[in-house]
Antibody, heavy 123, light 107 residues
Framework: EVQLLESGGGLAQPGGSLRLSCAVS????????MSWFRQAPGKGLEWVSA????????YYVDSVKGRFTISRDNSNNVLFLQVNSLGVEDTAVYFC????????????????WGQGTLVTVSP | EIVMTQSPATLSVSPGERATLSCRAS??????LAWYQQRPGQGLRLLVY???TRATGIPARFSGRGSGTQFTLTITSLLSEDFTVYYC??????????FGQGTKLEI
């Protein structure tokens, strides 16, 4: 059974940092591209970042470029999102998700999702 | 960026009836469209991808149609557990992946 479990969320001050993790199981992690999404309270969904299976290609939504960094540890089956220079607009539940198949970031739906971890940015 | 527009924002139907949700893309996305269900406090559940292919384990009550810019998700014989929020998402060119704003299905 495929499982994704996020952690690392919490309360941060504006300008602060957090490191989000997504521990996965039930599939060969290195052969699948992964993404992070977020959902602000009561709002819709926004794609944040994606990474290929090898971890050598990363993509970001414009609003987080230069502040967030996606990475992965294929030996330990963990996806990360380092979030720096946080602003109140980054307050959201952050989800990790796995594409249907293949290591490349591209044309693919997201077949598996975690439950999310809440990041709250407040003075 | 491709803008996805869902309608209606809220759809009121009764258990046992049929619900039809719509999604429109600002430009052609071929059949690169997915539908997701989100229950409160949970992550997303993939229902349909490729506009019309049901994901693993999704009952036949859920069906997707469309291509280009116009898409629909139909849910027949509604059960109480179906009354929640549904999102469409396009993935035609890879990132940025964009979603509709959601349709809330209510009794």
């Amino acid at each position: 059974e495929v499982q994704l479990l996020e952690s690392g969320g919490g309360l941060a001050q504006p300008g602060g940092s957090l490191r989000l993790s997504c521990a996965v199981s039930g599939f060969t992690f290195s052969t699948h591209a992964m993404s992070w999404f977020r959902q602000a309270p009561g709002k819709g969904l926004e794609w944040v970042s994606a990474i290929n299976g090898d971890g050598d290609s990363a993509y970001y939504v414009d609003s987080v470029k230069g502040r967030f960094t996606i990475s992965r540890d294929n030996s330990n089956n963990v996806l990360f999102l380092q979030v720096n220079s946080l602003g109140v607009e980054d307050t959201a539940v952050y989800f990790c998700a796995r594409v249907g198949g293949g290591p490349n970031v591209g044309r693919d739906a997201f077949h598996f999702w975690g439950q999310g971890t809440l990041v709250t940015v407040s003075p | 960026e491709i803008v996805m527009t869902q309608s209606p924002a809220t759809l009121s139907v009764s258990p046992g009836e049929r619900a039809t949700l719509s999604c429109r893309a600002s430009q052609s996305i071929n059949s690169d469209l997915a539908w997701y269900q989100q229950r409160p406090g949970q992550g997303l559940r993939l229902l349909v991808y490729g506009a019309s292919t049901r994901a693993t384990g999704i009952p036949a009550r859920f069906s997707g149609r469309g291509s280009g810019t116009q898409f629909t998700l139909t849910i027949t014989s509604l059960l109480s557990e179906d009354f929640t929020v549904y999102y469409c998402q396009q993935y035609v060119n890879g990132p940025p992946y964009t979603f509709g704003q959601g349709t809330k299905l209510e009794i």
